[in-house]
């Protein structure tokens, strides 16, 4: 069974740091695109960050770059999003995502990030 | 960027009563090989985002048959033909076709 599991979240003052955790257990990691999507209380859903099967390719969407960071440990089935420069439009719950444009895909229940002073 | 506009916003429903949603991109979704990167989600309260429809019209696994997805180009469905109280939640589309990927505002099923 494919299992995704964020953690990390928190609250944190505005230019401050958190790094985003998601372990995956039940498929070969290694074999797979993930990604970060958020979703600010209340609010819709927002693409954050994309890393490729062997970490040669990232991308992030505008509103993070600079200041956000995904990487992955394909050793230790791990993905992860270091978060600088915190903003409180960063406010959101944080989901990993084993997304695929074919295959099926999976997302984690994802972890709150709270921005505040 | 992609903006991905969705209509109508807040949909009440009868239940057993057909349901559906528009989706509409600034852009075409087509890639160089005809492929149509326009996905549909589901999100129900309290819980994530789980994905119906890749490719426009392929259902993904676990999705009931009275969920359809058509569409082409720009333009795109949601259909529910009968809808059931398991349906409440919020639908959106997405697409893949172009970084970044964007999602529509969402559309707010209920039951009247």
Redesign the interface.
């Known amino acids: 069974e494919v299992q995704l599991v964020e953690s990390g979240g928190g609250l944190v003052q505005p230019g401050g740091s958190l790094r985003l955790s998601c372990a995956a257990s039940g498929y070969t990691f290694s074999r797979y695109w993930m990604s970060w999507v958020r979703q600010a209380p209340g609010k819709g859903l927002e693409w954050v960050a994309n890393m490729k099967e062997d970490g040669s390719e990232k991308r992030y969407v505008d509103s993070v770059k600079g200041r956000f960071s995904i990487s992955r440990d394909n050793a230790q089935n791990s993905l992860y999003l270091q978060m600088n420069s915190l903003r409180v439009e960063d406010t959101a719950v944080y989901y990993c995502a084993r997304a695929s444009r074919t295959q099926r895909e999976f997302w984690g229940q994802g972890t709150l990030v709270s921005v505040s002073s | ?1 992609i903006v991905m506009t969705q209509s109508p916003l807040s949909l009440p429903v009868t239940l057993g009563q057909p349901a559906s949603i528009s989706c509409r991109s600034s852009q075409s979704l087509v890639d160089s090989d005809g ?1 149509t ?1 326009l996905n549909w ?1 589901q999100q129900r309260p309290g819980q ?4 119906l429809f ?2 426009v019209s ?1 259902r ?2 676990g999705v009931p048959d009275r969920f359809s997805g058509s569409g082409s180009g720009t333009d795109f469905t949601l259909k529910i033909s009968r809808v059931e109280a398991e349906d409440v939640g919020i639908y ?1 589309c ?1 697409q ?1 076709a172009h ?8 559309t707010k099923l209920e039951i009247k």
């Open positions: 960027d492929n990167f989600f994530s985002p789980r994905r890749y490719k392929n993904d696994s959106y997405m893949g970084w970044p990927y964007t999602f529509g505002q969402g």
